[in-house]
């Protein structure tokens, strides 16, 4: 699969996720995809929650693993 096709599909998972990051004052920015690990930024609300990891991890990294082969993790990026 291609770095280009990669970005797309998880792109696309972030996509319908968003509407519920929106929802809580919160948004996130994908950084970069390297050796299937997906670098995501938290912005808004969802930056400074102390539920962010659980967000990150349970509901986004979850989503990913999924739907996206070839994705192993999720990390935050500051």
Same mark, same amino acid.
């Given at each position: 699969? +291609? @770095?280009?096709?990669? +970005?797309? @599909?998880? @792109?696309?998972? #972030?996509?319908?996720? *968003?509407?519920?990051? &929106? *929802?809580? $004052? %919160? ?8 050796? $299937? /690990?997906?670098?995501? *930024? &938290?912005? %808004?609300?969802? $930056? ?6 659980? +967000? &990150?991890?349970? $509901? /986004?990294? *979850?989503? #990913?693993?999924?739907?996206?082969? %070839? /994705? /192993?993790? !999720?990390? @935050? !990026?500051?």
């Amino acid at each position: 699969m +291609t @770095q280009a096709t990669l +970005t797309d @599909q998880v @792109q696309e998972v #972030l996509d319908k996720l *968003r509407p519920f990051l &929106l *929802r809580d $004052g %919160g948004d996130c920015e994908l950084v970069d995809i390297e050796d $299937g /690990i997906v670098k995501l *930024r &938290l912005l %808004g609300a969802c $930056g400074s929650c102390p539920s962010s990891t659980i +967000t &990150l991890k349970a $509901g /986004i990294e *979850r989503a #990913l693993l999924e739907e996206v082969p %070839g /994705i /192993i993790e !999720v990390e @935050q !990026v500051f």
